[in-house]
């Protein structure tokens, strides 16, 4: 299943972005202090906006992002993906079911379309993590800040969308609380990204 095979692949790149990153930082003498994955983690995230959200959904990945900035960034922007695709299914699932009124049924589409250009932006974002490289770093991170951001604008166009008293109650809070969980998953991997960005400043 594509879950499977996501988890394994994210397994996979994050240790060799480990070995990258503890080279980087040990060529250029930056090394963190010593300090376990847990703590970092939870330090990192205590610069976000939803602290509790974001070490929740990455403490699980503590031995594998260790003391890196930029696999902590990483794996971030991968949680907050697995999430937008897992709504998405959902979506289509709802949007393909009996009973919906015209109006829930194009802001359930539309919601579909927002999250299919989330999940591409995101995609691109990761894609652009585990290749950036020093010389390219401010061109390659600016890219990631942009698509990050967009993916944030999208989400919140598709929960706008289910604003309202002419929707039906049970739809849109099971929408809007999916919708809600990924932006502030984005919102926190931006801040990540961010604190990375910063190290290279």
């Known amino acids: 299943m ?6 394994r692949s994210f397994k996979s790149l994050l240790v060799l972005l480990a070995l990258n990153s503890y080279i980087y930082f040990s060529s250029a003498g930056r090394q ?14 205590s610069s976000t906006t939803y602290p509790k959200l974001c070490f929740d959904s990455l ?14 960034a990483y794996a971030a922007l991968n949680v907050t993906l697995s999430t937008a695709k897992s709504t998405s ?13 015209p109006r829930e049924m194009e802001a359930m589409q539309d ?33 990631i800040q942009t698509w990050v951001s967009a ?14 008293n002419n929707l039906n109650g049970n ?10 969980t990924i932006a502030h998953l984005t919102s926190n ?7 990375y960005a910063s190290l290279h400043g």
């Open 2 to 7: 594509e879950g499977t095979f996501s988890n």
């Open 32 to 45: 963190i202090a010593p300090q376990t994955g847990t703590e970092f983690i939870k330090t990192s995230c």
């Open 59 to 72: 403490s699980t990945h503590a031995s594998l992002i260790q003391t890196s900035p930029q696999l902590l």
């Open 89 to 101: 299914t959902m979506m289509v699932a709802l949007s393909n079911s009996q009973g919906l009124k």
């Open 111 to 143: 919601c579909v379309e927002e999250l299919s250009d989330t999940i591409d932006e995101l995609r691109n974002s990761i894609r652009e993590m585990g290749h950036i490289k020093g010389s390219n770093f401010g061109l390659m991170i600016n890219d």
């Open 151 to 164: 993916a944030l604008t999208d989400e919140s166009t598709c929960s706008d969308g289910f604003q309202g």
């Open 171 to 180: 739809v849109k809070a099971a929408v809007r609380t999916k919708i809600v």
């Open 189 to 195: 991997a931006l801040a990540l990204v961010n604190n």
